[in-house]
């Protein structure tokens, strides 16, 4: 049995965190190791736990790749995946350059946990 895809899930909404790690409890192999509520956290997190996958939202920048940059730097054999309420054509070029995935918050528990399985399953 292979281990758990071990998640660090980044966002600003409270709610938001609570719901998505309410998914993830119904799927063993997703185990969520750190929450991030915010931008510093989430760097402090993901250097701290070096997770399999960062499951973030934009914090607040669809225009600005920084956050991405930093979690790169943070943890760089982690999978960045965007999990955010914008479409990716309304996104910087350079956040759609920089995540293995984007999912939209309109895509139901089921589609994020697809997308998860097949990043770290190698299939990109």
Request: include cysteine; aromatic fraction near 4%; charge should be negative.
């Amino acid at each position: 049995m292979d281990p758990p895809i071990r998640i660090v899930h980044c966002d600003d909404s409270p709610d938001l965190l609570l719901l998505v790690e309410h998914w993830f409890e119904d799927h063993p192999d997703l185990v969520v190791v750190a929450s991030a509520l915010g931008i510093r956290a989430a760097i402090e997190l993901v250097e701290l736990h070096k997770p399999d996958v960062v499951v973030t939202d934009t914090l607040g920048s669809p225009r600005d790749p920084s956050l991405l940059l930093w979690l790169h730097d943070a943890a760089p054999n982690a999978k960045l995946v965007i999990y955010s309420g914008y479409r990716p054509d309304q996104l910087a070029p350079a956040l759609t350059r920089l995540a293995d995935r984007i999912v939209t918050k309109t895509s139901d528990e089921l589609e994020l946990v697809a997308a998860l399985r097949s990043l770290t399953a190698g299939g990109g």
